[in-house]
């Protein structure tokens, strides 16, 4: 398709971009490579430090200079659309991904999963590779400006940046501190914004002196009890050099210690997971995650708060998941190439 790069506007101020898009997680780097793919002028801006948001996964050195490595989120995922699944099936082709034994038969879900051989933040990085990425590049404010936007960031410095469009994949909570009645113009949308409510998870990530042999059952689901899931990270290839076991607490137990000591926390989820810790703890922390399973996602694939100029809402809000969040990007991504005049 033969779209324009970076607009003029008609000898006013120029148009940096065609499309800002906010945020490189799942969805952010569906929207930016869809749009890549048909040429206009992009650029992806992320608040954290690297691509991936909660995809999850972290390295950490320890004492003694060896690398441990965590997925922190999701241990592996489904795909229930031909779409994802072609996009996955691509991806492992090019061995960032690799088909997961099944672990849920005869509860209705996906038997199709995958998982990252190299740990979530990799395959993140590997995805991210090809885009315009500014990452620690906070965007605190979408002004509206006649036919375009005002993207105003803070990263080392305050910039402004000028785009005919914006694809917005923060969460909710932020997405709300963004979006105001002058740049949206759906009334309702902060209503919608608002009813999204998120299951919390608190998981403990522990490290140890041994590493656990390779093994296809490294996701490992505990009988009930405070622990939901325990991903063996060693044993599951991502930690070669140091093993570590990512524990996560079921969404009740969560909620009930949410506020509670790290201290106790950890020595209880510990003493849970002990039939799987091999050797000595040698690290631990804990992480507090907000937001991991979609309570009441809207249903609907995106949400266009502005038509002129476009303001296209994505993410995993529209639907819960990692799936949702990549087709709900895509499809933000396919709305706004709909809009581009063609050059
Ligand atoms: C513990 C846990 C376990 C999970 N397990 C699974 C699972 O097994 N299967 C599954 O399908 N899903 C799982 N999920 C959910 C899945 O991780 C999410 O649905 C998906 O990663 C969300 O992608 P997203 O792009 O919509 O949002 P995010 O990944 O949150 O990306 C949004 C990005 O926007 C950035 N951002 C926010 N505000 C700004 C700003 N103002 N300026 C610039 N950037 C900004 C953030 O830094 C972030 O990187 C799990 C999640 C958690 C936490």
């Known amino acids: 398709m033969g779209l324009p790069n970076a607009t003029t506007n008609n000898g006013r101020a120029p148009i940096d971009y065609d499309c800002i898009v906010i945020g490189a997680g799942m969805s952010g780097m569906a929207a930016a490579h869809t749009l890549?793919?048909?040429?206009?002028?992009?650029?992806?801006?992320?608040?954290?430090?690297?691509?991936?948001?909660?995809?999850?996964?972290?390295?950490?050195?320890?004492?003694?200079?060896?690398t441990v490595v965590f997925d922190t989120a999701c241990g592996h995922f489904a795909a229930e659309s031909l779409s994802f699944r072609e996009q996955l099936e691509d991806w492992a082709s090019m061995a960032l991904l690799r088909r997961h034994p099944p672990v849920y038969a005869g509860v209705g879900r996906s038997e199709r999963r995958y998982t990252a051989p190299l740990g979530?933040?990799?395959?993140?990085?590997?995805?991210?590779?090809?885009?315009?990425?500014?990452?620690?590049?906070?965007?605190?404010?979408?002004?509206?400006?006649?036919?375009?936007?005002?993207?105003?960031?803070?990263?080392?410095?305050v910039e402004t940046l000028r785009t005919s469009s914006v694809i917005l994949t923060a969460a909710p909570v932020e997405t709300l501190e963004l979006i105001d009645e002058q740049n949206a113009a759906r009334p309702d949308a902060r209503v919608l914004f608002e009813q999204i409510d998120y299951e919390r998870t608190l998981t403990l990530l522990l490290a140890l002196d041994q590493t656990s042999p390779p093994n296809a059952d490294w996701n490992i689901l505990p009988p009930d009890g405070p622990v939901s899931r325990i991903i063996d990270n060693s044993?599951?290839?991502?930690?070669?050099?140091?093993?570590?076991?990512?524990?996560?607490?079921?969404?009740?137990?969560?909620?009930?210690?949410?506020?509670?000591?790290?201290?106790?926390?950890?020595?209880?989820?510990?003493?849970?997971?002990?039939?799987?810790?091999?050797?000595?703890?040698?690290?631990?922390?804990?992480?507090?995650?907000?937001?991991?399973?979609?309570?009441?996602?809207?249903?609907?694939?995106?949400?266009?708060?502005?038509?002129?100029?476009?303001?296209?809402?994505?993410?995993?809000?529209?639907?819960?998941?990692?799936?949702?969040?990549?087709?709900?990007?895509?499809?933000?991504?396919?709305?706004?190439?709909?809009?581009?005049?063609?050059?």
């Open 120 to 157: 979530m933040h990799m395959f993140a990085q590997a995805v991210a590779r090809t885009l315009p990425l500014r990452c620690n590049s906070v965007v605190t404010r979408i002004e509206r400006v006649g036919d375009h936007y005002l993207v105003h960031t803070q990263s080392s410095a």
């Open 36 to 66: 890549q793919k048909a040429g206009p002028k992009i650029l992806v801006l992320e608040a954290g430090e690297a691509a991936g948001g909660r995809l999850g996964g972290v390295e950490r050195t320890l004492q003694d200079g060896r």
């Open 235 to 343: 044993a599951k290839g991502v930690s070669p050099q140091a093993g570590a076991l990512t524990i996560h607490a079921g969404p009740s137990w969560s909620n009930l210690f949410w506020d509670g000591l790290d201290s106790d926390i950890i020595a209880t989820l510990t003493a849970v997971a002990e039939d799987y810790v091999r050797g000595t703890i040698v690290h631990s922390e804990l992480l507090r995650w907000d937001r991991s399973t979609l309570i009441n996602p809207l249903e609907i694939p995106y949400l266009t708060l502005s038509r002129l100029p476009l303001f296209v809402c994505a993410g995993d809000a529209f639907g819960g998941g990692l799936e949702s969040a990549w087709l709900s990007g895509r499809s933000a991504a396919q709305k706004v190439l709909a809009h581009m005049p063609i050059a």
